[in-house]
């Protein structure tokens, strides 16, 4: 008898850690891999910068977003995504300009995430933080930093480059002599852009290799009297970064006219250090 009631307490305590290993488990009862429609995941940046706004892509689809104020993202999988049109093993891709491309490797059927499959765990969360490595800095000089809306005269824009890591690739657009191509400014009040271009016939392409001397490019506009409205700007060198292992469609994916000088072109995330600039009169006031 006792041999009997022990066997039942052994029983009855695999019973127990089966159930709780199962509800831990990718796999529903009848066996199949859990699917949902949404994932999410946490990425850092490593020299502890803010990791917003960082371009998170689903390889071979439109499906994308962006992270938030803590690095945080959850990507959903709209329902015109098909099993046709999207179903196998995919790349999520995590892009910042000036970073180094990172990846995590997803699994999609019917439409749907398979969670426990890949780079993603039971909850269908990333197993691992994603860690994105700074490749260049971007440090813009503006003089003078500030000036009246009356302003009539020359405004002095440097950037300048420096690798981190390994040599880095820029690209100019409209570049004539060595300068910058082009320029916007941004209002960080409204969001409104203005550009300006010293040839706008220019069709040229320069290239820069990058290494761990800093490497500086300068543009000088001229301010004219009321065009831009008070209000505190970011001015925003024109110039792209190439990256050896950038997949087809990302940048496609971003908008249209990401490589054309414009709004557009501000939605290739990249992370840039200084061009404030402050226009006064009316409610703009020094920062």
């Not at 199949?32 to 994932?39: F, M």
């Not at 098909?82 to 892009?95: E, K, M, N, P, V």
């Not at 100019?172 to 009040?189: D, T």
């Not at 250090?273 to 006064?280: A, I």
Request: aromatic share 10%.
């Amino acid at each position: 008898m006792m041999q009997v009631r022990s066997f039942g307490a052994v029983a009855a305590l695999l019973a127990a850690l089966l159930v709780q290993s199962c509800s831990k488990s990718p796999l529903s009862e009848d066996g199949i891999r859990v699917e949902s429609g949404e994932l999410q995941g946490r990425v850092q940046l490593s020299d502890g910068g803010n990791p917003a706004e960082v371009y998170v892509w689903l390889e071979g689809t439109t499906v994308a977003t962006r992270t938030g104020s803590t690095g945080e993202f959850t990507l959903q999988l709209p329902p015109a995504v098909t099993q046709t049109d999207a179903s196998g093993w995919h790349r999520l891709y995590f892009y910042l300009a000036n970073y180094k491309l990172a990846w995590a490797e997803v699994l999609v059927r019917n439409g749907r995430f398979v969670y426990g499959a890949g780079d993603l765990n039971a909850d269908g969360e990333l197993i691992n933080q994603v860690s994105l490595f700074k490749m260049l800095r971007i440090l813009t000089y503006v003089e003078p930093a500030v000036v009246p809306s009356q302003f009539d005269g020359p405004v002095h824009v440097q950037v300048s480059l420096q690798a981190t890591l390994d040599s880095v690739t820029v690209v100019y657009p409209k570049s004539v002599g060595g300068f910058l191509g082009a320029i916007l400014l941004r209002q960080r009040e409204s969001g409104q852009i203005f550009a300006d271009v010293p040839d706008v016939g220019a069709h040229t392409r320069d290239y820069d290799r990058i290494g761990p001397e800093v490497r500086s490019r300068r543009l000088v506009f001229n301010f004219t009297p009321n065009i831009v409205p008070p209000g505190h700007y970011e001015i925003i060198p024109y110039f792209f970064i190439e990256h050896a292992n950038m997949p087809d469609g990302l940048l496609a994916s971003l908008g249209e006219r990401v490589e054309e000088i414009g709004a557009d072109f501000l939605k290739i995330p990249a992370k840039r250090e200084g061009g404030q600039f402050v226009v006064t009169g009316g409610t703009a006031s020094l920062p």
